[in-house]
């Protein structure tokens, strides 16, 4: 199968630190080329893959070295990097959120899209409503709360990097945190529940970044200044910095515990199942994805808030780390993600004719068209 | 001609009191409709016109009552809807910027945009070096300034309502301000300019929108209330709110001259037109579109600083104001405007072989791709 990878320019694929999008694209496109399927990947030109690399932009957009956090300019390039060679594939699999749809009405191969962000987001109600054709991939069950009548073919999990990720000791005597550092993701609220069990809290983390003009960027700083470097002048707590894969395996393979406190519907927390790889437990607040990740007494304790959490801590010599490791081998490994998607691409296709035929036989761009999903009749454009 | 117009659905076409791009795309379309062509509209639904009405939202954006500023969704719906009819149109004229351009390259007909923005922003050279293969028109050869090598085939000025701004009789005593309240657009320097001349300025403006996540916005606001309001203190000046067109009419007919004390590279100046129409000469300083729109010494004077426009002041009972006037009949008319585009869309239909034809022929996306424009085997994405 010729298949079309579409990144996220942000962060090299795979990325050296963070990146959890860019990272689960690498894991994807190097199962793909290794079961025999022609894949370019578009990315950042930094990237390192098997498959043939389109680089979007020579760097990663988080490399440059600029005051600019508009990055609609590169979608835009992204998207007509992949235009100029739709002819080349099969199947297009994008990862770069909607300004792809329009493109997939005219594509002439069949375009699906896995969203990796939170969808309860203003005006997305009207944007479904209109690409209630557009064939969606979501990462999670939970991830489609906010629109269910989308079109979705498939849930597929996240895989991580079992090889790099082995079964650890788990003898560190301390709790981990790894993620960025954001209100929703509640390192305040770890710091507070090692702290109440007498634990080390060890944080692998970014600082948030200085981007002025981005109101997310400014929120992590307000949280960071005012709420966690307040609870870091006492002792229990050691900042680590950003991890790369082998560090991250060592940080995570020796803790007691993950700590997973989020406060928002996470589509996918890639930490958990990286942590249950190293036979970690999960420790994590019920949101999200959260409740189809972690196996409630079997991988990790779910809880309702901060003294559920401090009382799961307790009982964390109940978990078996062997067991954990067995079900991100068996639910999370990068062959059951590629042969899920692999799936979901055969599916795409039997339901789409031959584009490049019909286009000969009935002349045209509505032909083309038509051939993307079945679903298109149905489209609110075309009623 | 079969020709698509997508507007930006920011407010309806025409827009009652604010909106240059709305208020362009409002005459071209009227008077295609009028000179035969077959005119489809994408805008908000809440627009007038004499063409067919493709809505892109229920109501204009700006009339939306949310926090939300993020309208990128939109420009997908709008692109989305395009892409859905692309077979009915001939041509695709496009005011939506660049995030058009990646469907231009499978759009099977000319897509030709017309940029109604600044282009000396970060990121737009790494855009119109992969997009080297888009037509593009500018309302001003000085906005095509920072891209010089990108694929403009024309410059086409803005027309404006010269029936509905009738030549005035200057009577008022008063020097006029019309437009945005931004620090580029020098609202401070018109209050100055006025009081030093003994002249009272009278001011049509919307006050800046609350949007509190927009840096645009924050940055009128704090001008606002920092620079502006301390001058609106003393005499001298009085503020009329936002104008509708036949108030417009009569405000810029009734004043001595506009002041359009501009401190940024404004690639057209819709107002400055208006004002000529109104028999009203111009006083500007040179930045941007000034020089193109206004000749200095026949339809108004062009300062390079305060002082210069004080002076200019005292100069002004030696322009004609039906010379004026006759300037923007002849340049700035709807006729004028029409007839130009109207050569943009035959030499680039002209340039284009049938794409429905040669996509039958050579059976794929590649040979609709190839038809879009001629420059296409130069784009760096197929080097």
Known sequence: MRIAQLAPPFVPVPPTTYGGTERVVSILTEQLV???????????????TSARLVPIVERALWYHETDNNDFTPFWAIALGKLASR???????????????YPLSRVAGCPLVTTLHGRLD??????????????????????????????????????????????????DGGYLAYLGRISPEKGLDVAIRVARRSGLLLKVAARLPLPHENDPNAQADRVY?????????????????GESDTRR??????????????????????????????????????????????????????????????VDAVRHLPEIDRRRCRAEAE??????????????????LLARTPDARVSGQHSGGIRALDRTTTPEWSGSPARR
Chains 1, 2 share one sequence.
């Open 34 to 48: 290794e079961r025999g399927h022609d894949v370019t990947l578009f990315a950042s030109g930094d990237s390192v």
């Open 248 to 309: 991250r395996a060592a940080f995570l393979g020796r803790a007691a515990a993950l700590v997973f406190p989020i406060s928002w519907p996470e589509p996918f927390g890639l930490v958990m199942p990286e942590a249950m790889a190293c036979g970690t437990p999960v420790l994590a607040l019920r949101a999200g994805s959260v409740p189809e990740i972690v196996e409630d007494g079997l991988t990790g304790f779910i809880c309702d808030d901060e003294d559920g959490l």
């Open 121 to 170: 987001l203003p005006a997305l109600t009207e944007l479904y409503q209109e690409f209630a054709d557009v064939p969606l991939v979501s990462v999670s069950n939970a991830q489609r709360e906010p629109h269910p009548d989308a079109n979705w073919v498939a849930t597929v999990y996240h895989a991580v990097e079992l090889d790099q990720l082995p079964l650890g000791p788990g």
């Open 224 to 240: 960071f200044d005012n709420v966690v470097q307040p609870l870091l002048d006492c002792p229990g707590v050691e900042l680590l």
């Open 330 to 347: 068996r639910r999370f490994s990068p062959a059951t993600m590629a042969a899920a998607y692999e799936q979901v691409y055969t599916r």
């Open 86 to 100: 739709l002819n080349e594939f099969d199947l297009v699999h994008n990862h770069l959120d909607f300004l792809a």
